[in-house]
Structure formats: C-alpha cells, structure tokens
C-alpha cells in the first residue's frame, strides 16, 4: 500500500503526456557510519561487536563508498525506462525541464558478513562474504527543492549472495541496489501502451494482440504488460486489472506483438466492447 502510495504521488508530479522522460540529477550521498564512527564510546563499540557475532558469522560495517553508493545509483536510474540521471547537479537549463529532479542519499548501513563453513567431505573450511547495504534517497523537485518522495532500500540476503571475498560481496550488493532502484522506479514511471489491434483469436479468448509501443521505447522480447480498465470515479481514474501481455516480437519503434499470458476472454470481450483500455508494463 505504502508503495503505490508513493508511485501516486509520482504520478501527480510527471506530466500529462503518456511515456515524458524526467532528468534527474545525482547530487550528495553521505554515510551516516562513517559520519558517527568518531563519536562512538566504548560502552558502544562493545554493543556493536556482540551483536556482529551471530552463530558464528562477523559483520564489519565500511566507512566511505559514497562515490560507489553513488555509481550504483545512477545506473539504476539510468536503466528506467523513462528517467534520465545526470552524476551532479542539473544545470540551469536542465532544471528548467518538466518534472526534473535532483536525489541525495543517505547510506545507513553498508557492511559485509563473514562466515566460515566446514565441509565433512574435504574436512577443510571455506570463508564466505556477503555485502549489506541500506540507504535512503531523497528525491526532490528541481524548482522548488520540495521533497517528492523518500523511498528506502535495505539489501541484505534476500537481494544478495555468499561471495568468495569481501570486495566481491560488496560489489554484488552495489550491483543488487541498481536493480532495486530501477525496479522500485519503473514501478512508478512505467510504460504506458494501448492495444491497437487485436491478432489471433481462439473461440471467445484473445490469444495476441498488438501494442503501440516498440523498440522506441525500449521495449524488447519477453517484456511483461498488465492490461486494466479505466473508468471515472468521483472526477478519478480508477483502474481494474483485466490481464496480462508478454511481448513475442518487437516489429517496428512503435509496434510489438503481444502474447496474452491471462484474461484472454476480458480483454477480448473489451476490445469487442471498444472500452478504455490501458497496457502498462509490470517490471
């Protein structure tokens, strides 16, 4: 709920057109450890060292890596489908666009697990590592510094794996946080399309249809659409989920042939009916 709380409030901020691309510029992430590792007392850095040692496994929390936390940052961004980001502030006239923004960052927490596994088979033992990262963006409006939405990530090992050493456990939750990023973004910036014409039929089932968007927009092979019903409740768009589309083939910038994965017999049935009907992508 929380979360598509927040993709309505990004919804309001974009434009009214269907796919606008937003500039967004990647400006000061801070590392809130590193900033409080000078005040820590004794009584503190105890505290943290009984609580890093769990069923035989260490936890080392990192200073620094802001500009790596920032790296990651901007390619996920830059792997939406419809927000471009910018490594440091927008220039005058980039600010100046609809809808840009600037992000900040705060790093909560990026550290590494060490644990130690013995194999019976071999009787030796083998080291494991794996990355942690929690931060929080502030994304802000370009014009009026207002913030539009703070949406945390925390990686741990649910998103990460076990790697062969420390630096490579790191990179993996980098790696892992461009994904969540984009992710979380294309979630609240998706694709918009409309079927423009419906391809093979089975009884009264639509089997394929055809979307009004291409490799243009970047769309590619195996890319998943949800299909829903708009209507007006109360001067608001309500949406109802109908189905779902995967693309079979790219044919054109501005024409792919879907395969309808489910709700073959509502789509068909609205397509028949000629009402409105909205195909978003779903990753």
């Not at 069923?55 to 419809?82: F, H, M, P, S």
């Not at 071999?122 to 949406?151: C, E, N, W």
């Not at 794996?161 to 993996?172: G, I, L, P, Q, R």
Request: with cysteine.
């Amino acid at each position: 709920m929380a979360a598509l709380a927040i993709c309505t409030l990004l919804a309001a901020h974009a434009q009214d057109s269907r796919n606008p691309s937003f500039l967004v510029g990647v400006t000061n992430v801070k590392n809130n450890y590193a900033a409080g590792k000078q005040k820590a007392t004794v009584g503190s850095v105890l505290g943290q060292l009984t609580s890093a040692v769990l069923a035989g496994q260490t936890t080392t929390k990192l200073e620094g890596y802001e500009d790596e936390v920032k790296a990651a940052i901007v390619r996920g961004i830059t792997n939406t489908y419809r927000l471009d980001a910018i490594d440091g502030n927008l220039s005058e006239s980039e600010a100046a666009q609809p809808g840009a923004m600037y992000v900040d960052a705060t790093i909560d927490n990026i550290s590494y697990t060490q644990k130690t596994t013995y194999y019976e088979s071999t009787k030796r033992t083998h080291t494991y590592y794996m990355g942690q990262i929690s931060v929080t963006l502030h994304f802000k409006d370009a014009k009026t510094d207002k913030v539009i939405i703070s949406p945390s990530f925390r990686l741990s090992e649910y998103d990460c794996s076990w790697m062969e050493t420390a630096e490579k456990a790191v990179s993996n939750a980098l790696n892992s946080l461009s994904r969540n990023v984009r992710s979380y973004l294309d979630q609240c910036y998706p694709l918009r399309a409309n079927i423009v014409e419906g391809a093979r039929e089975k009884k009264d089932k639509q089997k394929e249809v055809y979307i009004d968007l291409g490799n243009h927009n970047g769309v590619y092979e195996g890319l998943h659409f949800g299909v829903y019903l708009e209507k007006q409740v109360a001067g608001k768009i309500a949406e109802r989920q109908i189905g779902k589309l995967k693309v079979i083939e790219v044919q054109g910038p501005d024409i792919s042939l879907c395969k309808v994965q489910s709700g073959g017999r509502d789509i068909k049935a609205a397509i028949d009916a000629g009402q409105n009907i909205v195909v978003k992508t779903m990753e």
